[in-house]
Nanobody, 124 residues
Framework: QLQLVESGGGLVQPGGSLRLSCTSS????????IGWFRQAPGKEREGVSC????????NYADSVKGRFSISRDNAKKTVYLQMNSLKPEDTAVYYC?????????????????WGQGTQVTVSS
């Protein structure tokens, strides 16, 4: 069974950067699109970015376009989310999850094997 583990969160000042990692502890990621989501206190979980199984297709939420970048290294069974120019409104728990091959939006039921999340706090 595919099990995903997020890491790389932390406390950063506005304008700073963090790189999150989503790593499979078991199965290969070769056949999985991977989506990054976030959930702030009192808000619904929202899609942030997604990458297709081969890295050939990526997409981003409007709120992070130009600041976040998603990539993957299937040999390392890891997907990365590089977050630059962070803002206080980026504060949330960030989750990764898997879908079949391609990203088809951010509808939560399309994704499975959710990780436990990693906290990102942007504050001065």
């Amino acid at each position: 069974q595919l099990q995903l583990v997020e890491s790389g969160g932390g406390l950063v000042q506005p304008g700073g950067s963090l790189r999150l990692s989503c790593t499979s502890s078991g199965f290969t990621l070769d056949y999985s699109a991977i989506g990054w989501f976030r959930q702030a206190p009192g808000k619904e979980r929202e899609g942030v970015s997604c990458i297709s199984y081969d890295g050939g297709s990526t997409n981003y939420a409007d709120s992070v376009k130009g600041r976040f970048s998603i990539s993957r290294d299937n040999a390392k069974k890891t997907v990365y989310l590089q977050m630059n120019s962070l803002k206080p409104e980026d504060t949330a728990v960030y989750y990764c999850a898997a879908a079949y091959y391609y990203c088809s939006g951010y509808d939560l039921p399309l994704f499975g094997s959710w990780g436990q999340g990693t906290q990102v706090t942007v504050s001065s």
